[in-house]
Structure formats: C-alpha cells, structure tokens
C-alpha cells in the first residue's frame, strides 16, 4: 500500500510540487472566471471524495476555504471541532486519525502543537494536511505565492521583508526561500526572532536572510512587505508584547522604503492600528483580499497534489 502524501510542512511537497500548485491554482481560477462560487470545476477531480476538518483553533479562512475547495474539486467536507468531539473529551490522536482514515479520504487539522499533526499523519492512512500550527503555515504561504506571482512579481531573486513577530507564518515564508530561491529581511524585536532552524534552511539552500531589529533596514527596496497580527489567540503578556512590536508598525513611511510597485500582504485577522495603519491597509499597494481569496484556489492545489493527481 502506498503511504499517503501528508502536506505538514512545505518541503514535504518541494519545490518543483510548490511551482506546480501555483500553476494549477491559476489555471483552475481563470477557467472559473465569473462562476458560481459553489459550481464544481469541469473535471470534478475529486468527485466522491470526503475532507474532514478538525478545528481547535479558531478561523474563518482556512475553514470556508477548505470547504469551497473541496466543493469545486466535486467532493465535500465535514467539520470536527474539540468542542463538538470525542477529541475534546480525552480520545487520542491516534485513534482519532484511524478512525476517520476509515470515513474520510484525507484530514485537514488546525491546532496549536505541531507534535500533533506529526502524530495524526504518523497514524493516518489518508493524507493529512497542516491548517496551521504554532511551528507553520504551509497552506497560506502558497497563497501568498500565488498571490505574488499574479501581481507580476517572479520568485526567484525576490525581496521579501517581514515586520514584526517571529511566528509560524514566517516559518513558512523562510522555508518557501529555501525552495523557491528568494529572499528574505526580517525584522523583529530582540527576543521575537524566528526559529533558527528555519534561517539556516534558507541560508543552506542559498538564499539570503537578513536579521535586523530595524523596520526600516528591512524595507528598504523590498518588492514584498509582509506582517501578522502581534498577539496570537490566547497569548500572554500582550501588553509588553505590543510596546515591543510598535515600531515595526507597516505604514506609510515604511511602505515609501520599499520598491515604487512593492505589494503589501497580510494573512488576516488584521488589528488595524496596531501591526498596520489604515492608509496601508486600505491602500493600492494592499493585495490582502486577492489573497485570501487565493486561499480557495491554493487550497485545491494542495488538496490534489496529496492526492496524487497534481
């Protein structure tokens, strides 16, 4: 029997898988133009097919847009949360994944504890796929890429600049550099660096990471400018953490640093007024609902290569 092709972390897939999402998340978009949302592509290439979502975080884009994917690949979705399950009730993860391995042809998980996710797959023998954890983002960063790509900028060479927080988006952003050849300035306050691990995978791979505690060094003739929200669900210490984060504010002046046709992107929830100013946000060089949107399409790509048809 052949093991299942679990999506947890973007090398899972590589970069040649990575360049191929892309490409068919913009061609399944385009052929959709001005369709119902809720209209199955021509091909329903996963016709029959059942998702099951499991939420112990909070979200709004992950879950429509799994369940949009899954609806246009011509198959469906059904949602599990702790709250609802035996999983909120002390039933393990591994009996959990071999149950639903039995009723589902893949799972999708959002939690907090990336061990948890490596256990699911560990027991699963359906793809099982990464919603987000406290260690990464796989799924958005594939948007973001698509989200790039369509506003005419190329991957390889790339700028890209990180204001603020250390987290599991950046994580992503750090180990697509090591795929897809672009680079990457972070700026983060003392203490809120990303994980080493992930720098030195980019560095290993040949692209340039540059690590400073100064927003604007950091957008300084950047193509990209990328933030997060500051404070993550149920976080501690969000006041010391907010007087830290302020100077990384994206506004502006730090967007006027960057390229003349730079873009601004963000994975939303966004707290405007905190890690981004209204102008920004609201302005012409903001690409944030382009990609969220792309969620959808990034999600349908991903959703096919763990299935072995992409």
């Known amino acids: 029997m052949q093991s299942p092709r679990h999506f947890l972390d973007l090398s899972d897939a590589g ?49 429509v847009s799994f369940d949009m994917a899954m609806r ?16 909120g009730r002390g039933e393990s993860i591994a009996d959990t994944a071999r149950v639903l391995s039995r009723m589902a042809d893949a799972i999708m998980l959002r939690t907090d504890d990336h061990a948890k996710i490596e256990e699911m797959a560990r027991y699963a023998t359906v793809p099982v796929i990464n919603g ?7 799924c958005q960063i594939v948007a973001d890429l698509l989200t790039v790509i369509e506003h005419g900028k190329a991957l390889p060479g790339l700028e890209i ?3 603020g927080d250390g987290n599991n988006v950046l994580h992503s952003i750090l180990e697509a550099a090591s795929l897809m050849k672009f680079n990457v300035r972070v700026a983060t306050p003392a203490g809120y660096e990303p994980e080493e691990e992930f720098v030195q ?19 300084e003739g950047a193509d990209v400018l990328v933030t997060d929200t500051w404070i993550s669900m149920g976080q501690e210490n969000a006041a010391e953490k907010l007087a830290a984060m302020a100077p990384y504010q994206v506004n502006d002046a730090l967007m006027a640093k960057a390229k003349p046709g730079a873009i601004f992107l963000h994975c939303l929830p966004a707290h405007v007024g905190d890690e981004v100013n209204e102008s920004v946000f609201e302005g012409p060089q903001s690409v944030v609902f382009d990609e969220a949107e792309n969620r959808i399409h990034a999600q349908k790509s991903v959703l096919l290569w763990a299935h072995n048809k992409l």
């Open 15 to 63: 970069g040649d898988a990575i360049a191929a999402m892309i490409t068919d998340a913009q061609e399944r978009k385009a052929a959709r133009a001005d369709w119902p949302k809720g209209r199955a592509d021509a091909d329903r290439p996963l016709d029959g097919h059942v998702l099951a979502m499991i939420f112990e975080k909070n979200s709004t884009r992950t879950r």
């Open 72 to 87: 246009q690949l011509g198959g469906s979705a059904f949602v599990l949360d702790s709250g609802t399950s035996q999983l």
């Open 132 to 138: 987000l954890t406290d260690r990464s983002h796989p």
């Open 161 to 163: 600049a990180w204001l």
């Open 201 to 219: 995978m980019a560095r290993n791979a040949g692209s340039r990471v540059d690590l400073t505690q100064h927003a604007g060094a950091a957008a």
